[in-house]
């Protein structure tokens, strides 16, 4: 049996007290009093809260697109299952970007988990030790714009069903990362 770790735990409660009270009002000893632990073991994992949020949403992203590839898990399938994430963690989300001035951050370290991950998923899968320099910056430019537009839809500025958002991310997507994720 795996157990939780203190992070994960941690975690799990401020996921928690974000579903009843806005993210800026969130303190570490709501988070800890909330699940048990004392702030000592707070800032032994974490920074702060915004780097609690961070290795949170990390954890997810990372463990989708590393799952690509494995087991017949298709890019289309990581999409869909990345946006069923935000779909079932909208209210959260919202919370994050209207109660916090982290909107723009958020964007911009998705975009960066994005562009890692998935740069480590093409490495790996075809034996690279380095991305060509298009292929790099059209990888950025996609995870960039991509993350821009997931944002969005949290938000609700675009009325589009989950199957239609990553229809638009296929279309999008530059040619010269298809050959490497289709």
Same mark, same amino acid.
């Given at each position: 049996?795996?157990?939780?770790?203190?992070? +994960?735990?941690?975690?799990?409660?401020?996921?928690?007290?974000? +579903?009843?009270?806005?993210?800026?009002?969130?303190? /570490?000893?709501?988070? =800890?009093?909330?699940?048990?632990?004392?702030?000592?073991?707070? *800032?032994?994992? &974490?920074?702060?809260?915004?780097?609690?949020?961070?290795?949170?949403? !990390?954890?997810?992203?990372?463990?989708?697109? =590393?799952?690509?590839?494995?087991?017949? *898990?298709?890019?289309?399938?990581?999409?869909?299952?990345?946006?069923? *994430?935000?779909?079932?963690?909208?209210?959260?989300?919202?919370?994050? !970007?209207?109660?916090?001035?982290?909107?723009?951050?958020?964007?911009? *370290?998705?975009?960066?988990?994005?562009?890692?991950?998935?740069?480590?998923?093409?490495?790996?899968? &075809?034996?690279?030790?380095?991305?060509?320099?298009?292929? +790099?910056? $059209?990888?950025?430019?996609?995870?960039?714009?991509?993350?821009?537009?997931? $944002? +969005?839809?949290?938000?609700?500025?675009?009325?589009?069903?989950?199957?239609?958002? /990553?229809?638009?991310?296929?279309?999008?997507?530059? /040619?010269?990362?298809?050959?490497?994720?289709?």
């Amino acid at each position: 049996m795996k157990r939780k770790t203190a992070k +994960e735990i941690l975690a799990e409660s401020f996921r928690e007290l974000a +579903e009843k009270k806005d993210i800026d009002k969130i303190t /570490v000893k709501d988070i =800890t009093s909330n699940c048990g632990y004392s702030p000592a073991t707070f *800032y032994r994992q &974490f920074s702060d809260k915004y780097d609690l949020i961070a290795w949170d949403y !990390f954890k997810k992203a990372e463990f989708i697109v =590393t799952n690509v590839g494995n087991n017949n *898990y298709p890019w289309k399938q990581a999409q869909i299952d990345g946006l069923k *994430y935000y779909e079932e963690n909208k209210d959260y989300l919202k919370n994050l !970007f209207l109660h916090t001035s982290g909107l723009e951050s958020f964007i911009h *370290y998705m975009a960066e988990i994005h562009v890692t991950n998935i740069s480590s998923y093409i490495l790996k899968k &075809f034996g690279m030790s380095k991305l060509d320099k298009k292929t +790099e910056l $059209c990888l950025r430019l996609y995870c960039y714009s991509s993350a821009q537009l997931i $944002c +969005e839809w949290i938000l609700g500025k675009h009325k589009l069903k989950l199957d239609e958002l /990553v229809d638009i991310f296929d279309i999008s997507m530059p /040619v010269p990362l298809k050959k490497y994720l289709f």
